[in-house]
């Protein structure tokens, strides 16, 4: 409810800054979108929540990495407090026909996610593991 949303966005907030940072860090990870990592001069932002993209390096099988996630679900509701990943291959090819997310610029490499409240070192573990499991060698 409301008397805990303060609460909950400042968990959120520190997961999904632990989690940018460790994908920036990764190897298998080519570029992190996340306002605590990618400052913009000028923004009026006091804070972010855990809603970021990635996009994953050639060397990972993008359907594996997203079916080797045990704690991240697949899904587009962002805001609740469980951790949810979505392949923006789903949205590029959406009806089988590229739409306007080419336009601007999304890679079909690109993962949108939203870091919940679990326990972040757990979610970077699934990240981690999935990561180690898609890697095409």
């Known amino acids: 409810g409301i008397r805990t949303l303060p609460l909950r966005l400042k968990q959120h907030e520190e997961n999904g800054l632990f989690i940018a940072k460790k994908l920036q860090n990764h190897k298998a990870i080519s570029k992190v979108n996340h306002p605590g990592i990618n400052k ?9 929540g855990s809603l970021m993209s ?8 993008l359907p594996k990495f997203c079916d080797a996630l045990n704690l991240f679900r697949l899904g587009v ?9 979505m392949s923006a291959a789903v949205t ?5 026909e590229y739409n306007s997310a080419i336009t601007f610029g999304l890679s079909k490499r690109s993962i ?4 919940g ?5 757990d979610l970077w573990i ?6 180690e499991k898609a890697m095409s060698i």
Not at 92 to 96: A, E, P, R, S
């Open 77 to 85: 509701s962002w805001g609740g407090y469980e951790s949810l990943i």
């Open 112 to 115: 949108r996610i939203f870091v």
């Open 117 to 121: 409240l679990e326990q972040k070192e």
């Open 40 to 48: 913009i001069d000028g923004s009026a932002l006091t804070g972010f």
């Open 126 to 131: 699934d990240i981690e593991q999935a990561l």
């Open 92 to 96: 590029i090819n959406k009806g089988g």
């Open 54 to 61: 990635f996009e994953l390096s050639n060397e990972i099988d």
